[in-house]
Nanobody, 116 residues
Framework: VQLQASGGGLVQAGGSLGLSCAASGSTVRAMRWYRQAPGRQRELVATITRLGITTYADSVKGRFTISRDNAKNTVFLQMNYLKPEDTAVYYC?????????????WGQGTLVTVSS
């Protein structure tokens, strides 16, 4: 499975930004967004199952929305009311089918910078 993320950039605090990540090569089930700020551990931001069930980190609830297009094997992250502390490299992650087993796959990171 290959995951190709796009959509990062620079935005002012209070603004919005959208990320997308397209999966190719095999079937995927749960898809996730993680982020890693400088000097900090990677943290789970949001998860969406193939059926569309979503979960969020407390720090982004009410501001971020994860969604997916199963026909296109693509996951999205709409980020609103961005704060400087949202600055991080964002990574998409998915459970992908490798033969007959499910494996963990990662996309390349995309940098989100929120200026104050």
């Amino acid at each position: 499975v290959q995951l190709q993320a796009s959509g990062g950039g620079l935005v002012q605090a209070g603004g919005s930004l959208g990320l997308s990540c397209a999966a190719s090569g095999s079937t995927v089930r749960a898809m996730r967004w993680y982020r890693q700020a400088p000097g900090r551990q990677r943290e789970l931001v949001a998860t969406i199952t193939r059926l569309g069930i979503t979960t969020y980190a407390d720090s982004v609830k009410g501001r971020f929305t994860i969604s997916r297009d199963n026909a296109k094997n693509t996951v999205f992250l709409q980020m609103n009311y961005l704060k400087p502390e949202d600055t991080a490299v964002y990574y998409c992650n998915a459970d992908g089918l490798y033969g007959t087993v499910w494996r963990d796959y990662w996309g390349q990171g995309t940098l989100v910078t929120v200026s104050s």
